[in-house]
C-alpha cells in the first residue's frame, strides 16, 4: 500500500478538525481536550527553532569567509526585503481601494473581540522607530535574548560568532564541528516532529473553528475574499514575475514547498516549518551562508503577507468609519507601515500590533480592530503562507544575486 504524503496527512487532518469544530461549535470541551494537543505541537517546533537558526547562521558564516562578503550579503538581502514588502503595501492598498470591503459594513451586526492583550503589547512598542530597532539588533545579554526567543539579536550574535570561528582558522573546527553536529541533529528532530503534524493541525483548526464558527466569516466576508484575492495575486503576479527574472516557475516552487504551505497555512503559524524551509532550500542548491541569513531574517524584514493585510485592513476599518483616506494619507500610511512593520518584528500578534502603533498616526479608530480580530485567525492563515512564498523565493533571488548556479530543473528533479 502506499504511503500516505504529508501534505496528505496534513490535509485530513485539516478537514477533520474543521468537521470536528463545525459540530461541536461552541463546545467549551472541544478546548478542554484538543487545545494541549496543538500546544504540544507549537512548542516542539518553537523548541528547535532556536538551536536550527544558531547553528545553521555560525557554520554558515565560518563558511562565508569574511566580513566584507558577508557585508555585501546582508546589504542585498535588506534591499530586496524593502523593495518586496514596500510592494506588497500598495497592492493592499491597490485592492482596498478598488473593491473597498469596508464600505457598507454595518458595525451594529459585528461581535467585537477583545483585544486588550495587543493594546498591552502595542503600549510597550509603540515608541519604536527604525533607529531603536537597529540599536535593538544589538544583545546586552544573549542569554535573556534567547530566552526572550529575540530573533534578530540572535542573528547578529550566531553572525558575529561565526565571523570569530572563520577568523581563528583552524583553532575554531571543533567549535565548528560542534555547531555542524548541532544543525544535523536538529533537523532530524525536526523530521520526527513532522510525523505528528497532521495531530497538531487537527487539535489547531478544530479549536479555532469551535469557538468562532464558520458563520463569523459571514458578516466579514467580502474583506476575507478581498484579502485572499490580493494574497493570490500578489504570489501570482509579483512573486511570479519576480522567481520569473531569476529563472524559476513560481508554480514549480509552491509544488517543492506543499508540504510546508500546508502545515503553515493550517496552524497560522510561519516558526512551524522555518526549519524545513531551511533544510529545504539547501537541498535545493541554496549555499547554507545564504539560507541560514537570510530565511531568519525574513522572518523579521520580509513578512510580504502581514504587510499586505496590515495596508488591507487599515483601510477596512478607515472605510467602516465612513473615513476619507486621501492619497497623501494612504503615503503616509505606506510610509508609517514601513516603519512600525520592522520595528517590533517578532512580536506575538505582530500584524495586530503593528495596525494597533499604526491607525492612531493616520486618524483611523484604534477600537476598529476589535470588529476584525475574531476573524483574524483566518486571514493569519492566507498571510503565513504568503510568508512562507515570499521568504523562499527571497533564498533563490540572492543566491542568484550573489552568483551562484541555480537552475530550475533542481526543483523539478527534487519535486519529483
Not at 501534505?7 to 485530513?12: D, S, T
Not at 530597532?133 to 542569554?143: E, K, Q
Request: aromatic share 10%; charged share 10%; hydrophobic share 50%.
Amino acid at each position: 500500500m502506499k504511503k500516505i504524503s504529508l501534505a496528505w496527512q496534513i490535509f485530513i487532518g485539516l478537514a477533520l478538525g474543521i468537521v470536528i469544530g463545525a459540530i461541536f461549535y461552541g463546545n467549551p470541551h472541544v478546548e478542554q481536550y484538543l487545545q494541549p494537543i496543538g500546544t504540544i505541537f507549537i512548542r516542539l517546533i518553537k523548541m528547535i527553532v532556536i538551536p536550527i537558526i544558531i547553528s545553521s547562521l555560525i557554520v554558515g558564516v565560518a563558511g562565508a569567509g569574511d566580513m566584507k562578503s558577508l557585508g555585501k550579503l546582508g546589504g542585498k538581502t535588506l534591499l530586496y526585503f524593502e523593495i518586496i514588502t514596500t510592494i506588497a503595501i500598495f497592492v493592499g492598498l491597490i485592492f482596498a481601494n478598488v473593491f473597498q470591503p469596508g464600505t457598507g459594513v454595518d458595525r451594529s451586526h459585528l461581535s467585537k473581540t477583545d483585544i486588550g492583550a495587543y493594546v498591552t503589547t502595542a503600549k510597550t512598542t509603540e515608541t519604536h522607530s527604525m533607529a531603536d530597532t537597529f540599536v535593538n539588533i544589538v544583545p546586552a545579554n544573549i542569554v535573556q535574548s534567547l530566552a526572550n526567543g529575540d530573533m534578530l539579536a540572535i542573528i547578529f550574535f550566531s553572525v558575529m560568532f561565526g565571523l570569530g570561528i572563520a577568523a581563528i582558522g583552524e583553532k575554531g573546527a571543533p567549535v565548528l564541528n560542534f555547531f555542524r553536529g548541532t544543525a544535523d541533529a536538529m533537523f532530524y528532530v525536526t523530521n520526527q516532529i513532522m510525523k505528528v503534524a497532521p495531530l497538531g493541525v487537527f487539535a489547531l483548526i478544530g479549536v479555532t473553528v469551535s469557538k468562532f464558527g464558520l458563520s463569523s466569516l459571514i458578516p466579514l466576508g467580502k474583506l476575507v475574499l478581498v484579502v485572499y484575492g490580493s494574497m493570490i495575486f500578489f504570489i501570482i503576479v509579483i512573486l511570479g514575475v519576480t522567481a520569473k527574472l531569476v529563472g524559476f516557475n513560481i508554480f514549480k516552487l509552491m509544488k517543492y514547498l506543499k508540504d510546508e504551505l500546508l502545515l503553515g497555512y493550517s496552524t497560522a503559524s510561519s516558526e512551524t516549518v522555518l526549519p524545513k524551509i531551511m533544510e529545504k532550500m539547501e537541498k535545493l542548491g541554496c549555499p547554507k551562508a545564504i539560507t541560514s541569513f537570510v530565511i531568519p531574517t525574513g522572518y523579521s524584514f520580509n513578512l510580504d503577507g502581514s504587510t499586505l493585510y496590515q495596508a488591507i485592513a487599515a483601510l477596512f476599518i478607515a472605510q467602516m468609519y465612513g473615513i476619507h483616506m486621501s492619497i497623501g494619507h494612504q503615503i503616509t500610511l505606506v510610509l508609517v507601515l514601513m516603519l512600525t512593520s520592522k520595528g517590533i518584528a517578532g512580536v506575538p500578534g505582530v500584524s495586530f500590533v503593528v495596525l494597533l502603533a499604526t491607525l492612531g498616526s493616520v486618524g483611523i479608530p484604534v477600537e476598529g480592530l476589535a470588529f476584525i480580530a475574531g476573524i483574524d485567525r483566518i486571514l493569519d492563515m492566507a498571510r503565513t503562507a504568503v510568508n512562507i512564498v515570499g521568504n523562499s523565493l527571497a533564498t533563490i533571488v540572492i543566491t542568484k544575486w550573489e552568483g551562484h548556479k541555480l537552475t530550475e530543473e533542481s526543483i523539478e528533479n527534487k519535486a519529483a
